[in-house]
């Protein structure tokens, strides 16, 4: 399905290029058409990250919800999770999300989530593109009729309080000495706030926004200052989320950084053992490392991949069962409490395991031997890169010099104009020299 506005995580793009205020103003009314059932008071509850151009989509969109009738609830600052949470929590009809996650300041997104707090569907997302193109005006309220906007108290401690009951009531993270890196994003209060709670003796970084700094050298996308962080004051463990929140990378008391599927395994293995997973089996994404499919293979469990994107995950384990999923980049959804990816809840979940087997992190989080994988990107101007005839035999070339000992993945970014191309096998050599003479092809086409 082809689709003007919405990508793989929402609508997202350059702040005044993409998302403008007039798009901003579509969206609302048209969502608020789409979500409007019933008699009864129809309410959206909107959360945001930390970006300067928040204030002006928000502004937006609270125009758009209300012309169309619709009251609107603001909660200021809040991460992507705790909108989906809440949204269901209060019984609002839709929930929407201003962010582009883990992209620079000038970028920005809406994430919208339905009355369940999943994120919709492919159909109602075709429904509301069709109706931002189309004549909304015979869709306005009538004056008597239209929408009212507040911003709401307490949601901070509703969503700190939701966190800290995912773990058992008399576990305390006491004695753990805690490094807490917020992106300068939207949970840089929250996140803080519910380790110091829970017992843990916290060390914050990126918790300074200021409209440009969000993911800006900080976060789960540049962990580099959290791990000397963790170094310089001899910190036990380092959390890393991104700029709304929905991912998580963690930092050892050694400053080695942990990715999602070492986190997986983790959890995984610990759900396992306490009798919680619901199928025996993790959900990831192709580009999960090979390394993790061989080692839940040796406990029992399945690997059950999706295309490359958070709701594919979600999808998959929600139709098959699991409750256990995620992607190599952090994303990770236990079902059991959210509904989306949550940093902080997926960081508790392996605090939890490193208190109850009382060992460095160095020891919990490092399950198996990852196979030598080689990411690189390739950005493009325009057209398709990949249905060009060199980039096809350079691909087809590589596939036969792997010979079945190893893997590639080679897709379009669904939020940016780029070709990530990756491969892994057990010759890291080989896999170097495959994926070389992919990018090359691709840098010749997209130059």
Known sequence: MVRKYFGTDGIRGR?????TPELALKVGQAAGV??????????????????????????????????????????????TPAVAM????????????ISASHNPYDDNGIKLFGPDGYKLSDEIEAKIEN???GDLGNRLAKSADLGRAKRI??????YIEFAKRTLPRNLSLEGLRVVVDCANGAAYQVAPEALWELGAEVIRLGVEPNGFNINKDCGSTEPAALAAKVREVRADIGIALDGDADRLIIVDERGHVVDGDQLMA????????????SKPGVVATVMSNLGFERYLDGLGLKLARTAVGDRYVLEHMREHGYNVGGEASGHIILSDYATTGDGLVAALQVLAVVKKQDKPVSKVCHRFEPLPQILRNVRYKKGKPLEDAKVRLAIKSAEQK??????????????????????????????????????????DVAA
């Open 34 to 79: 789409v979500f409007q059932n019933g008699e009864h008071r129809h309410r959206v509850l909107i959360g945001k990250d930390t970006r300067l151009s928040g204030y002006m989509i928000e502004t937006a969109l609270v125009a758009g919800f209300t012309s169309v009738g619709m009251d609107v609830l603001l909660t200021g600052p809040m991460p």
């Open 131 to 133: 109706l931002v193109d």
């Open 86 to 97: 809440l949204t269901r929590s209060m019984r609002a009809d839709l929930g929407v999300m």
């Open 266 to 277: 983790v959890i995984a293995e610990s759900w396992q053992a306490d009798g919680r997973l």
């Open 402 to 443: 792997l010979n079945g000992q190893g893997r590639l993945v080679i897709r379009p970014s669904g939020t940016e104009p780029v070709i990530r191309v990756m491969g892994e096998g057990d010759d890291k050599a080989l896999v170097e020299n495959v994926v070389d003479g992919i990018v090359e092809a691709l840098t």
């Open 15 to 19: 702040a005044n290029g993409t998302i």
């Open 153 to 158: 108290d307490g949601v901070q401690d509703r």
